[in-house]
Every structure is written in C-alpha cells, then in structure tokens.
DNA sequence: CTGAAAGCGCTTACAG
DNA sequence: CTGAAAGCGCTTACAG
C-alpha cells in the first residue's frame, strides 16, 4: 500500500494542496464547506502527514535528544521520565542516548551526528571537560545538566550539591554522629559528581567543627549496589568505624545496607545513612532511606525553557542555573 | 550561521554533488585525489549530512519507537537500555514513548502519529485488548511486548508466564511451603499480565495438588512499592496467614518485605518470597530477592528481528514467539 | 569515474 | 478564501 500524499488528498477533494494544508493545521480561513470535503477525503484516504517531510522545510523536528550515562541507574531513567512528561507538554518528544558513560560516547553526542534529527541536545555529562565540551560542541542548541563543569559559553541547570553535602552532614551532626563517613566515590579518577559531594562533605564537617578523616572516605571499583557493598565489608573488615554514612548516589545507599547487615551493624541505631537521588525505591527500603532529592520538575523545567530560547537562536553568553532540592529525611537518619 | 550544504561543498571542492555524496558514503568509485578534495572541503566547512533531507528521498529515518507504561517502573527503564543498545547494534536510536498504561495514549502509539518519523514500532500494551490493537494498528511495522493477548496478525515476543508462575510455585513447594500467597494483582480490572500470572500460580499449585485458596490472593491498589506494602498489611492484620508469597513482580515484592517485617515476619523463615522481572536492584535488597529472569536481550534480539523483517515489507500472518525465563534463586526463597 | 536533473512530501511566500 | 510555483537538502536513476 503505497503512502497517501497531501497531493492525493487535494486530488480527491478537487483542491490545491494549499487548502487542504490549510484543513490539516486547522487554518480557520477555509470555508465550512470546503473543509468538509477536504476532511472526507482525508478519511477517506488514511491521510497522515508525513512528519519528515514537514520538517524539511520548517526545519524543526519537534525531538530533543536527552543524553545520560544509563537508564540502569534509575536516578537516570527517573530524570528521562519527568523530561519526557516535560518535554511533551511543550510539544517535543525525546531521543534516548545512552552514553555508558564513557568519553567516546559523549564526545559523540556533541558532534552534530543528529544534525537534522533533533532541534536541541539535552546532555548530562560524566567524562568530558568542559573544555572538551566548549570545542566539540558547534552551534548547536545544548543545555547541561548535571555535576560536571560546564563551559562558560553553555546553560546549565543542576542542584546545589555542595551545598546539599553539607546539609547532609549538618542533618548526622545534629543526631549526634561524629564518625561520619562518605562512601562510593570512584576508585580511579574522581568524577566532579563525586568531587562536589565530596567538598560539600567536607565543608559540612568544618562548619560543625570536625576535621576530614581520609580513613572514613571508602572508595568504590563500581558505581553499582554490589560494588558499594564490596567496598564498605572490605572497609569494616579492616576495623573502619563509624556512626554515620554519606553515599554518593542512592545505590551506593542499598549496597551500604547489605554491608552493614552483614557485619552485624543497624541502621540507623549504629550508622546512620544519607543517600542522594531520592529514586523511588528509596522510601521503600527496608529502613527507608534519608536521601537528597533533586527538584526534578524544575530541573526539566528551566532546562527545557533554556533549551527552547537556544532553539530560537539566543546566542548569549551560557546561563548557570541551580534549582532547588531538600533532604527527605526517613528512617535511615531520622529527624533528631 | 547557516547550515553547510551539500552543495556548498560540492561548489568549494569543484565538483557535483553527487561525487561529494560518494565520498560521504564512501563509495569507492571516487579517484584518491577527488577524494581528498572533497574531504578537505567537507572539513575546512564542518559540513554534516541533514538527516532529515536524506531520510526524505530514502524513505528510513533509522528511528524505532519503543512505547510501554513508564520509565518509573525499573523493569521497563532495563528493557529500554537493553532494546536500546540491541537497536545501536542496527543503526537504529530509539524514541521513547511513555504510554503511562492508559488506554488513549496506547491507542496513539498505533495510530500512525509517527508516520515519517519512524521506520517501526515495538510496543509492550497494557490495556488496549487484542481487537483494539489489530483496528488500530494499520500497515505499521509493528512488534507487540509483553503478556497482552496480541492479534493473530501481528508479531508478538514474550516470555512464557504461564511455565514462569507455575515453576515459582513449585521452588516454593519444593522449600515445603504450603500457603503460598499471590500478591500485586489489580484492585480493579485484571490486566492481562496479571491474569496470565495468576493462571500459572493456579497450575503451579494443582500440579503440586493443592487446591487454589483465593483467600490467598492478595490485590493492591496500586501497581509501586507502597501500593503492595499497604495492601499486605492490611490483608495481614486481617489475618491472612502465608508462608510462601509470588508478588506479580519485583516492586510489589519490595512493598511485601517492608510489610511482613512490619508484622515481624522474616524472610524467608517465616514467609518465602519471590518477585518477577529481577530488575538490578533485586539482588541487592535484604534479603536478596528470588526472581523471575526474562532472558532480555534475547527479548530485543529477537523483537527487532521479527520488526526489521516487517520494515522490509513482510506482511504475512503474525509470528508469536516465545524467549527464555529461569528463576534467580537468592535469598529471599533459596534453594532446598 | 563524474555530472545534470528529477523527485522525496511537505510548507511558504506570492498572486489572485 | 484558494491556487501555482518554488524550495527545504538530500539521493537516485540516467547519461556520458
């Protein structure tokens, strides 16, 4: 069955192709009477625009691509949903890039591969400095999100995590732990995720006027649940001892868990634990866990907003935005 | 700064278009020399192909649409990468459709809103029934996922849920238990997954010859963590008594955990648990969870074999196929 | 090995 | 309120 062309239907109708351009938009300058005919044959036909050949020649696509490590971290697929909800109400629909997180895959992103197919690149980096992002990425329309440092010529919309870091430790100060661990960052490289937590974790323990104990930084091979728990049973066989726990992401939280158990340690009675992302299994663990949660509706927000006036061809200087997140305090590290 | 065309770089290189095309592709035809012109010119003004332009006269935009309930759900936020990465091995990206399980937007994933924008659709229903899909669906390649009953004419990949439950059922029997509980399944109209689950759970438990007890049949109002968890306690505190629990997958088995503890049930002591789907964090839970394993990227594989073969003009009758399950025996329902 | 022309299916000025 | 023409940026026969 070969497709039916905006020409067949004016054929069949006895129009041009410009009234029935006019019928399929809802242009309210074609008579009641001629409308009618059009949309019989439209019916008639199975008439469907052809949504490439449209966009030819308006040049817009109607797709974002949203780029991220991977949907099997849900902090990732969590973030795809709310800007997939966000994007659609504003008429787009999004490209899944998965880039594993590795620089060969984000460099990619950023190289006009999707020139034609996408009206903008949503990019949540983990490799790439921002120097090698100022240099791959050309004109086109980009907003980061995320941790990473951003080049001063993009947008870029994150959270406030140094800040969130230190509320964290303010949160286990006030309960009254002193023996405040971080656990989970990465074992070779240090991501700038990990490094802002990091240094949130550290200005939180000076303001309550503790020093920084290297000894109570575990350090992970994998960013997963099983090798967080790899990590924190090692550590503890090795004599660490602490009361609290800070965890780079909410997975690093379910492996500390296990680890805890484990060696016989309660949660929160002998450690208390803070994780961050807020995934929605958080409040569902068995304790359910403190955790920091992004203001993930504004995050897609002002992101999409960014993204739409580059779309509309603002070509200013990059705007480096924060939106707004708190600490949702459960069982894991409860109110004091 | 407007966009490099084709033939700007067949103007500045000072030849046809239709040479720098050859080299684009890299056909060899092109003379080393002629090559290496083009190529200089394509760099010297960072041209890149228009997608758009291209897939207009080709007629394949290398876009699939993969539409199922929601990313929220981790099961389906694996399928995605699974089927995302299986698709990048095609030279096809993925566009996400969020159906959100309702039957309006179910019905648009068939009604031909892509046209032109992707070359086939893999769809895992939740609500639209069998009749629905096949008037709805017209000539667009089209792969069902998923347990929903799919028209005969259409091509359909799935796991045998049937064998799954029944198999869960006799692990349970195998550990001795005798009051094995089925939980999750919808408060209000049935979907077919649950239905096809259940029927397995009434087989696992005739071949062991126990008789089916609907008193152990445990609904919730909702499909996440919390919905199960309220809907276990509830039904406890009326005393239901189980020693074995099938959850209709792993969500409502996080819900279970937090509720038999709250009653101060162990697991698997006093109850044995099993979960379906084994998303990641399955292992990783206290106690680590028994799941149903769907064989995923054979899943993928194989969905997007039936689809790739429907993009080349297959029409003939519906292909049904099934892939592999096993059970992921961990701690929560160990082995005997 | 290379070129000139037609055409993919639509929209956008421009006439009328 | 409606029509005829040009063009979006590419590829595909068809010549040479």
């Not at 990091?198 to 503790?210: D, F, S, W």
Request: net charge negative; hydrophobic share 45%.
């Amino acid at each position: 069955m070969a497709r039916v062309r905006l020409q067949d239907v004016a054929a069949l109708a006895g129009v041009s192709m410009k009234t029935v351009s006019n019928v399929v938009h809802g242009h309210p300058v074609v008579r009641a009477e001629t409308r009618e005919r059009v949309q019989r044959a439209i019916d008639q036909l199975g008439y469907r625009p052809h949504l490439q050949a449209r966009n030819l020649v308006t040049g817009r696509t109607g797709l974002l691509a949203l780029a991220f490590p991977t949907l099997l971290n849900p902090y990732f697929a969590e973030l795809a949903h709310v800007f997939s909800a966000a994007a659609a109400e504003r008429g787009y629909r999004l490209l899944l890039e998965e880039t594993g997180g590795h620089s060969d895959s984000e460099r990619q992103i950023l190289s006009g591969r999707e020139a034609g197919m996408v009206d903008g690149v949503l990019f949540h980096p983990m490799r790439l400095t921002s120097v090698e992002i100022a240099q791959a990425a050309g004109d086109l329309p980009l907003v980061l999100l995320g941790e990473e440092p951003a080049p001063i010529s993009n947008d870029h919309v994150m959270i406030d995590n140094l800040a969130a870091a230190a509320e964290a430790v303010a949160h286990l100060l006030a309960l009254g732990r002193r023996r405040i661990g971080f656990l989970g960052h990465e074992a070779g490289e240090l991501s700038h995720t990990s490094r802002t937590r990091l240094l949130g974790y550290q200005q939180g323990l000076e303001a309550g006027r503790l020093r920084l104990d290297t000894s109570l930084l575990v350090r992970a091979e994998t960013g997963d649940a099983a090798g967080a728990e790899r990590a924190l049973s090692a550590a503890l066989n090795d004599g660490l001892q602490i009361d609290a726990l800070i965890c780079r992401h909410d997975l690093v939280a379910i492996g500390a868990l296990r680890a805890l158990a484990a060696h016989g340690l309660t949660v929160p009675g002998d450690v208390a634990i803070i994780g961050w992302d807020d995934i929605t299994v958080a409040a569902e663990l068995r304790p359910s866990l403190t955790s920091v949660q992004p203001d993930l509706p504004a995050l897609a927000r002002r992101a999409l907003d960014l993204l739409a006036e580059r779309i509309d061809d603002y070509s200013g200087v990059g705007r480096h935005e924060l939106v707004g997140h708190r600490l949702a305090v459960r069982e894991s590290a409860p109110a004091s």
